[in-house]
């Protein structure tokens, strides 16, 4: 939450105005004629309301959940090691003029010509990587960077060249030895380049092509996988679901697990939330089995995105247990964060604060306990009781401040930084309160206001602020006609 305080000139001037009058305020609780003063300018307390703003999970995986998509390149890169091999264009030319010179249709000129196809194949899968790889480094640094300057794009133009060479060796292989027993690994290869040259139509076409010549295939699997992702980028999630539990029945597939993922996607967006989970945990299960990098990739992956199911089914205490036995601890402050927002963006504040409360019983060291206090105070404020508000901001500095045990566990900037937001937050409620109480000339507001800048200067009776603390509180206790103790606020601010 952004907190917006008092403009510093615009308090000065203030302060210097009132000051002008300092001796006829010694006098109020004198004067019956000032005491009558029903002319009073009040102080313009500046601040700007905040409101809540909604989580905006978007539902949709890829191009939402809160990260970005599982690409069908990055799907495909974790199947091989991030490699480039030296020299490989000097190979490639070398494996091309060997096959020149060998006789037409004969098995080693097939050989050398299989052998440059894979070579671009490898190339392509590499180069297609590592443009990747560049691009999420060039966006997190923008993104880290304040998002200025232009946004970086996605350059994929090495990449596409060496799919077109895929595409094309493919083609011509195929022509000249139509039945070769590689047909069917050459025929997907194909397919893959014209789905990463974005010609996805005539991709899913080869992709259905494939499943009917080599049923039997290995890569029939990877062909159903594929046609999954087709249908599930347009949203098509039924037929998606269709092609992904058919890739299923590959099981020696490399894109088994990775099926079993988009599945539970599938059904997240489809509203099936019962399915979805199911399907995560299925792919966990899976990747414990693999035991290896790609295995590892896809529990992260499935763990990260059960978060998002348990959320929607709104099971506390299971999705708790299920991440803990996992290996997940990490994974429980995120799901206790995404519902406590949830039930926030419903309305449901009492719902959400009891969840916040629950991560804090549980992780009470993590650096989202501090942001769980926040947000607990913000939701008590929305629901209009004051005086837990005035507790909770009392509890923040305490429990999360310089010398509590949370600030002993967590990294100096964050301690840092949690410690400049108690302070602001402690000040903008007592201005936001006392702003309103002006609007609605309310005297228990006023009272609320007077208790949210007491509160701030028994934690903070040095900060910059104070003058303008006490200012207000003068202002409060004018208006309210006890001018004595309005006097008593201005004389301190000499």
């Not at 443009?131 to 994929?156: I, S, T």
């Not at 789905?195 to 295939?217: C, D, H, V, W, Y």
């Not at 992260?300 to 205490?317: F, I, P, Q, S, T």
């Not at 401040?401 to 302070?423: C, D, F, H, P, Y």
């Amino acid at each position: 939450m952004n907190f917006f305080l008092i403009d510093r000139n615009m308090k000065s001037t203030l302060i210097s105005k009132f000051k002008m009058s300092i001796a006829a305020v010694f006098l109020f609780s004198f004067s019956n004629a000032l005491a009558k003063d029903t002319d009073h300018q009040q102080v313009s307390v500046q601040v700007k309301q905040e409101k809540r703003e909604k989580s905006g999970i978007n539902t949709k995986a890829g191009d939402g959940a809160g990260r970005p998509r599982l690409s069908t390149a990055e799907i495909y890169a974790v199947e091989i090691e991030k490699k480039l091999v030296e020299g490989i264009d000097k190979t490639i030319a070398y494996l091309n003029k060997t096959a020149k010179s060998l006789p037409k249709k004969s098995g080693a000129r097939l050989e050398m010509l299989t052998r440059v196809h894979n070579l671009h194949m490898e190339q392509a899968v590499y180069v297609a990587s590592d443009e990747y790889r560049r691009y999420e480094q060039l966006w997190g640094a923008w993104n880290k960077g304040g998002r200025k300057g232009r946004e970086p794009k996605l350059d994929q133009a090495r990449s596409r060249l060496h799919w077109q060479k895929v595409s094309s060796t493919g083609r011509n292989i195929l022509r000249e030895f139509p039945k070769n027993k590689g047909a069917d690994v050459i025929n997907f290869n194909q397919a893959l380049s014209l789905s990463f040259l974005g010609q996805e139509k005539n991709a899913a076409r080869a992709f259905t092509q494939l499943i009917q010549k080599f049923p039997n295939s290995p890569v029939a699997g990877d062909a159903y996988f594929s046609l999954g992702d087709y249908y599930f980028d347009r949203n098509d999630f039924r037929n998606a679901v269709n092609n992904f539990k058919l890739a299923l029945k590959y099981r020696k597939s490399k894109r088994y697990g990775w099926a079993l993922f988009k599945l539970g996607w599938c059904y997240y967006n489809l509203g099936k939330y019962r399915e979805s989970l199911k399907f995560w945990k299925n792919t966990v299960s899976h990747s414990k089995r693999l035991g290896d990098k790609t295995g590892l990739k896809l529990k992260e992956e499935a763990m990260r995105d059960l978060v998002y199911a348990y959320a929607e089914l709104k099971e506390v205490e299971s999705a708790i247990s299920y991440f803990r036995a996992n290996g997940g601890q990490r994974y429980i402050g995120q799901f206790l964060t995404l519902l406590a927002e949830t039930f926030a963006d419903q309305g449901a504040f009492k719902r959400s604060i009891k969840v916040w409360e629950r991560l804090q019983s549980i992780i009470p060291r993590d650096p989202s306990a501090a942001i769980a206090q926040n947000e607990i105070i913000s939701l008590y404020f929305e629901l209009n009781d004051l005086n837990t508000v005035w507790r909770e901001l009392n509890a923040y500095y305490t429990n999360y401040g310089r010398k509590s045990g949370w600030a002993v566990a967590n990294e100096k900037k964050l301690v840092l930084e949690t410690q400049v937001e108690i302070q602001k937050a402690m000040l903008y409620y007592a201005k936001v309160v006392h702003k309103n109480a002006q609007k609605r000339n309310n005297n228990s507001l006023y009272e609320h206001a007077v208790k949210g800048y007491r509160l701030y200067l028994s934690k903070y009776p040095k900060s910059r602020e104070v003058a303008e603390v006490k200012f207000n509180l003068a202002d409060i206790k004018f208006h309210q006609k006890e001018f004595r103790q309005s006097g008593v606020f201005i004389s301190k601010l000499q």
